[in-house]
């Protein structure tokens, strides 16, 4: 069945299935899921206009929903709650002005893989005016594929746990005043962006690396709180430089 269908040919009934039917979704998730954009998350600057999607009541929403740049100043409670959702596995959300996320937003959402929260650009520049500013997120539980979760450029004191998002290999959380990482990240961490966080640790002295960063052994990409980019690619084997102390690893480089 497509999205949002309810029933409406016969009165309310008391019986299990009329109860767990799906509801009519409110007019502002509607006008907001009309001005999706079309495209891949991942080609910046190939996405269509606002509203290119052609999205419209009724239809399943694309698995490719990209909604960033809209200046959306909040979602709507139900977004992200209505089973529509559950075929969603890219979700662009930057640039929106968001503070603050519904409660159930990840509800439907378990199909996710790519969710981008931060940007369009630092905070700080001016293609980062619209920002999100969000100093919270709900649980990611339920979020087992995800893989790339973007949170750069918000207003993050601290993240909630990761372990459940066990295929997760891409986490930005850049510029944030993060005071903590959760006490263990998901093992399966390939690239991970610290600038600008005061996390403590930088290329002279590793050792000081939050511990949870340091016990990753599949990192292939780390932009450190200081902005030392470092990693295989850079000529700097992170296993040797996670592994050792600040004193060793410096005198390798």
């Known amino acids: ?26 007019a502002e998730l509607t006008s907001l899921l009309q001005r999706a954009r079309a495209g891949s998350i991942h080609q910046f600057g190939d996405q269509g206009p606002e509203g290119s999607a052609g999205w419209s009541s009724g239809s399943p929403l694309p698995a490719c929903l990209l ?25 662009d959300l930057s640039g929106n002005r968001l503070q603050a996320l519904p409660p159930d937003v990840f509800a439907s959402l378990g199909s996710l ?37 973007s949170l750069h450029d918000n ?24 005071k903590e990482l959760p006490p263990s990240l998901p093992p399966s961490l390939r690239v991970l962006h610290l600038e600008g966080c005061p996390l403590g640790g930088c290329l002279d002295r590793p050792d000081e690396l939050p511990a949870a960063v340091r016990a990753l052994t599949r990192l292939e990409d780390l932009q450190m709180p200081d902005g030392s980019h470092v990693g295989e690619f850079f000529g700097t084997p992170l296993g040797a430089l996670l592994g050792g102390s600040g004193g060793s690893s410096t005198a390798e480089l």
Not at 2 to 14: A, D, E, N, V
């Open 113 to 149: 893989r790519t969710l981008f929260l931060g940007g369009p650009g630092p905070k700080f520049t001016p293609e980062g005016k619209t920002c999100n500013m969000l100093t919270a997120l709900p649980p990611l539980t339920s979020l087992v594929h995800l893989e790339h979760l």
């Open 155 to 178: 207003q993050l004191t601290a993240l909630p746990e990761l372990e459940g998002c066990a295929a997760l290999h891409t986490l930005r959380v850049d510029r944030n005043p993060l």
């Open 1 to 26: 069945p497509g999205l949002f269908r309810w029933h409406m040919s016969s009165p309310p009934k008391t019986n299990s299935h009329f109860r767990d039917a799906p509801s009519m979704p409110s």
């Open 67 to 91: 909604l960033h740049d809209l200046e959306a100043g909040e979602l709507p409670a139900d977004f992200g709650a209505d089973p529509g959702f559950t075929t969603v596995t890219d979700l």
